[in-house]
Nanobody, 124 residues
Framework: VQLLESGGGLAQAGGSLRLSCAAS??????????MGWFRQALGKAREFVAA????????DYSDSVRGRFTIYRDNTENTVDLQMNSLKPEDTAIYHC????????????????WGRGIQVTVSS
């Protein structure tokens, strides 16, 4: 599984950005994977942001982004997007796409595959 993020950059506080993650999966199906987004700010530990189940029927969000961010997936294109609205300076971080087959029991953990990440910077 290879994951490649795109769409990051600079935004002003209150603005929006949309991240996209393209998955290349060999000898398996994209629909077998729970997909997630994580972020890591400078000097801080990586934290969970959002996850989406195999068909998109279930979503999970961290408290810090719930109501502002929305995760989507397109199983025909093998992509997962993160729409980020009402951005805050504290959303500044490197955002990573991730994939796991462990299931939906704990969508915030057990990820096996990671993208290299993409920078999001929110100015005040």
């Amino acid at each position: 599984v290879q994951l490649l993020e795109s769409g990051g950059g600079l935004a002003q506080a209150g603005g929006s950005l949309r991240l996209s993650c393209a998955a290349s999966i060999f000898s398996d199906s994209f629909t077998n994977y729970v997909m997630g987004w994580f972020r890591q700010a400078l000097g801080k530990a990586r934290e969970f942001v959002a996850a989406i189940s195999w068909t998109g029927g279930s979503r999970d969000y961290s408290d810090s982004v719930r109501g502002r961010f929305t995760i989507y997936r397109d199983n025909t294109e093998n992509t997962v997007d993160l729409q980020m609205n009402s951005l805050k300076p504290e959303d500044t971080a490197i955002y990573h796409c991730a994939a796991q087959r462990a299931g939906w029991d704990n969508p915030q953990a057990n990820y096996d595959y990671w993208g290299r990440g993409i920078q999001v910077t929110v100015s005040s």
